[in-house]
């Protein structure tokens, strides 16, 4: 059983979770030993939310939910890299793909280089 060093970094690791098929990022979140237990035995990405202080699977309110394909982690035991297939198309809760859907040209203001996706004032009522 893989033993993942939650000391070093509080109780939270990093869990990058990225398409499964084109290997973009979708987001960074955080995962407790209950998270990533819950992820490991589901199959369906499990964080923990560091502004509820709770678990929260991924895609609960939206739908958008993350099917886990495969699962690595780093060198140290305290990151994890979950390879997932992205139900419904967005991962961003802001509703686009990926959470990384600015990009940053010679520090000026962030520019959108997605489409939204969905309407995040019409999925969280």
């Known amino acids: 059983m893989v033993e993942l060093d939650f000391n070093k970094t509080g109780g939270l690791i990093p869990a990058i979770a990225q398409d499964h098929e084109t290997g973009e990022v979708l987001m960074l979140a955080y995962m407790n030993e209950a998270a990533w237990n819950k992820t490991l035995e589901s199959g369906m990405a499990t964080y923990f939310s560091r502004s509820r202080q709770s ?20 060198c140290d035991n ?20 990926s959470c990384f859907f600015r990009r940053v040209v010679k ?6 280089m997605e489409q939204q996706i969905f309407d995040p004032k019409k999925v969280y009522k």
Do not use: F, M, N
């Not at 678990?55 to 780093?74: A, F, M, N, P, Y």
């Not at 520090?107 to 959108?112: H, K, L, M, T």
């Open 107 to 112: 520090g000026d203001d962030p520019v959108i």
């Open 78 to 97: 305290d990151t994890v890299l979950l390879k997932v297939e992205q139900k419904g198309g967005a991962a961003c809760h802001l509703g686009y793909k």
């Open 55 to 74: 678990l929260w699977k991924k895609g609960e309110t939206s739908g958008h939910v993350q099917v886990v394909k495969e699962i690595r982690i780093d």
